[in-house]
């Protein structure tokens, strides 16, 4: 099955870290840009990091910083400094053509989402 699969959310303190973790499944992530987006609730999708095949990457909060483990076949979301206005939904985001900048458009494969709740 062709998927993706985020882990590592959940509840942590204002101020505190996570990792985010997307692994995929039946395919090899090498090949493909990966974006991370969130969407907070009442609001909409936003993008939040993203890496091209290469290994550049570029991150909307400079508290986030996003990686690629190939061999692993995963991409990861380090969050760093967390404040309750990062308490969202976190979807992983992969396409083999171009990188992932726009949530409103199509791509390949998108995880299924995981909750973040940033509160004391």
């Known amino acids: 099955q062709l998927q993706l699969v985020e882990s590592g959310g959940g509840l942590v303190q204002p101020g505190g870290s996570l990792r985010l973790s997307c692994a995929a499944s039946?395919?090899?992530?090498?090949?493909?840009?990966i974006a991370w987006f969130r969407q907070a609730p009442g609001k909409e999708r936003e993008a939040v990091s993203r890496?091209?095949?290469?290994g550049r990457s570029y991150s909307v909060e400079g508290r986030f910083t996003i990686s690629r483990d190939n061999a692993k076949n995963t991409v990861f979301l380090q969050m760093n400094g967390l404040k309750p206005e990062d308490t969202a939904v976190y979807y992983c985001?992969?396409?083999?053509?171009?990188?992932?900048?726009?949530?409103?458009?199509?791509?390949?494969?998108w995880g299924q989402g995981i909750q973040v709740t940033v509160s004391s």
């Open positions: 985001v992969a396409d083999h053509k171009r990188l992932p900048i726009s949530p409103k458009l199509q791509y390949d494969y």
């Open positions: 890496i091209t095949i290469s």
């Open positions: 039946g395919f090899s992530l090498e090949d493909y840009a």
